[in-house]
Every structure is written in structure tokens, then in C-alpha cells.
């Protein structure tokens, strides 16, 4: 099946919330439970798991999907091991696995294609005008990761720029308190913040394959639950083939469980390539694409001091869980 391309019309807004769901209902008895556990954390590339939920496509006894809050309380779960399964983004499962968390890589849900920004002020035009300017990130989450892409491309050093940590709640209110020159963020904000005067600076089409959206499963659970892992993947995929076909109704449903109108929930995969079965089958190959990026990442994230120690990529990224073919 050929990669889903999504309207290109900017979108009103991406989210209305995240995730509020809480782990606490059930932290305490999922450890010995016979299904697969997988948190995630709300964002449209992981909503084919929430359509096949709702559908009825997923069975129960094999699979429990749990929301998170944030990928951070995701890969808590994962270390606490509460859930066997995550949603993440390929740096996280990165800094997951310096952690001690050996996780395999067995699914691209999307590869972002301009949904991840650097916003700044007019009179900022090109990468070079970032010298001793002050950048807004969320240098503890992927911001972090884009703000060392984008000092590379623009030959700075870190020491060149004054580097704020802010949180994305606090991102829209530092750019209007004049506070910041540019600032490191991705949507609803990004919209909010451009509204109040910013422009786009570079985005995530200017660095492209480096920002995967990824599922990722404890080696140690993998061949357990290997059957329940195919199960997903192909729920999944068979989510992406209902998108592709029927894409106004399938956004409707979509939209029930992001609390969105339809065509907003359509718009929300601006920005995003979701990657169909073939795609995902060259990506996750052992020469493939992944493993390239895993270790361009790796060593990016070593250098900017995003890593602990460096990763021998041993396991990253397995194949074996996708499907032969399409189902019809």
C-alpha cells in the first residue's frame, strides 16, 4: 500500500488536549497479566491503534492499550514494567535503551515531514542570524534533539546561542513576553505562536528521516507476545487502508477519540508521512533506512550530551513482526 498523503491545507490546530487517562487504575496487577501492555500517549500517528481499539479490531484477552499523558510517562511504564510496549519517538526509544531498557523497534507509525518547527522573530532570516540569540526548547524532550539538528545546520555551537528550557505548556507565553528570539516547537503551539507575530524558521522537511514515530517492545516480552505484536502491526495497517479509502468518515471517528471535528482530525496528520507496509518493510530492513538514522542519531545525541553513553545498536530494529502482504 502506498504511504497515506494527507491534505496539505494548514491545520487549525493539531490537539485539543493530551491524554488524560491515568496509569493508576491499573499499575498495580499489569505485571502478571497475560496481555500485551502498550502505552501511548496522544498524537495522530498512533491513532490507528485507538481506531483499531474502537473497532472492535483488537482482541482484548491478547492486547490492552493504555493512555499516557506524555511519552516520558510511557517510558516510566516501560521501566517500571507495567506495560511491555510503547509508542516513541526513535530518540526516545534512544535514551530508553542508555537507560538500561532493552527495546527493538518493530513498526514506523509516521515520519515527520515539517510537523516538528523552529519559529523566530522577523528579523531573524536565515539559521546564521541565530548567533547570540535566545532559543526557547524543551532541551529534556525531543526539542532537544531538533535544537542540536538545527545548531548543526546553521555551524553553530551551543555555546553561540542562549538556550532556554521551557515547557511546551509555557512556550506561547515566553514568546509573547518578547523573551525569546526563536523557539523550538511543534503544533497546537506552533499555530499559536505564529498567530502572535513569529515566522518558520526551518522545520522538519529541511532534516528529513530523522524524527520516527516508532513502536517499540521489550526484547524480553517480544517472542512472548510475539503473536499479539503481529496482531497490533496489522490492526494498524488495516487502520491506514480505512484512512486511505475513506478518509472524511474515518477522520469522524478518529476525531471521537481526539476530541476533534472531523476535518480538523484530518488536517492533524499535516506534516506527517505514514509510512504503508512496503515502506515500513525497507525501513526496518537491516540495511534499511532505520538503522541508518539510529546511528546518525545515536551519534548526534552522544555529541550534544543527549545520550549517557553510546548505543551499540545491537537488537534496535526487527522486522520479524510485520506482515507478509496486505490483508484485502
Known amino acids: 500500500m502506498p504511504a497515506f498523503s494527507p491534505p496539505r491545507p494548514a491545520r487549525r490546530r493539531l490537539l485539543r488536549r493530551l491524554a488524560a487517562a491515568s496509569l493508576l487504575p491499573w499499575l498495580g496487577g499489569c505485571q502478571n497479566q497475560a496481555p500485551l501492555a502498550v502505552a501511548s500517549h496522544a498524537w495522530p500517528g498512533y491513532e490507528m491503534m485507538f481506531l483499531a ?3 472492535g479490531w483488537l482482541p482484548s484477552e491478547a492486547i490492552r492499550l493504555f493512555e499516557t499523558s506524555s511519552a ?8 517500571q514494567g507495567q506495560v511491555q510496549a510503547a509508542a516513541l519517538t526513535l530518540d526516545e ?3 530508553a535503551r542508555a537507560e538500561g531498557q532493552a527495546l527493538t523497534v518493530v513498526l514506523v507509525f509516521d515520519i515527520s515531514a515539517g510537523a516538528d518547527v523552529v519559529l523566530a522573530r522577523p528579523a531573524i532570516r536565515r539559521l546564521a542570524d541565530l548567533r547570540g540569540k535566545v532559543i526557547g526548547a524543551e532541551t529534556s524532550a525531543l526539542g532537544a534533539l531538533v535544537l542540536t539538528k538545527v545548531l548543526n545546520l546553521a555551524g553553530l555551537q551551543a555555546s553561540d546561542v542562549e538556550i532556554r528550557q521551557i515547557s511546551m505548556e509555557g512556550h ?5 513576553s518578547g523573551q525569546l528570539d526563536a523557539l523550538v516547537c511543534y503544533e497546537p503551539t506552533a499555530s499559536r505562536v505564529l498567530a502572535a507575530g513569529a515566522h518558520r524558521l526551518i522545520d522538519s522537511r529541511q532534516f528529513p528521516e530523522t524524527i520516527f514515530d516508532v513502536l517499540a517492545i521489550r526484547q524480553d516480552a517480544a517472542e512472548r507476545h510475539a503473536e ?3 496482531t497490533l502491526i496489522g490492526a494498524h495497517f488495516r487502520g491506514l487502508r480505512q484512512l486511505r479509502q475513506n478518509p472524511q468518515d ?3 471517528r478518529i476525531g471521537s477519540h481526539l476530541g476533534l471535528p472531523g476535518d480538523d482530525a484530518l488536517q492533524a496528520f499535516h506534516g506527517l508521512h505514514l509510512p504503508g507496509l512496503a515502506q515500513n518493510k525497507s525501513l526496518l530492513a537491516a540495511s534499511g533506512r532505520l538503522a541508518a538514522a539510529g546511528r546518525e542519531l545515536s551519534s548526534l545525541m552522544l555529541a550534544g550530551g543527549l545520550l549517557s553513553k553510546a ?3 545491537h537488537g534496535l530494529i526487527s ?3 510485520l506482515p507478509d502482504s496486505e490483508s484485502p
Open 93 to 95: 526509544v534512544l535514551r
Open 228 to 230: 499479539a505484536v503481529k
Open 311 to 313: 548505543d551499540d545498536l
Open 250 to 252: 474515518t477522520a469522524y
Open 53 to 55: 481499539k474502537s473497532e
Open 319 to 321: 522486522d520479524a513482526y
Open 72 to 79: 516520558s510517562q510511557s517510558i516510566a511504564a516501560l521501566a
Open 172 to 176: 506561547l507565553d515566553a514568546w509573547r
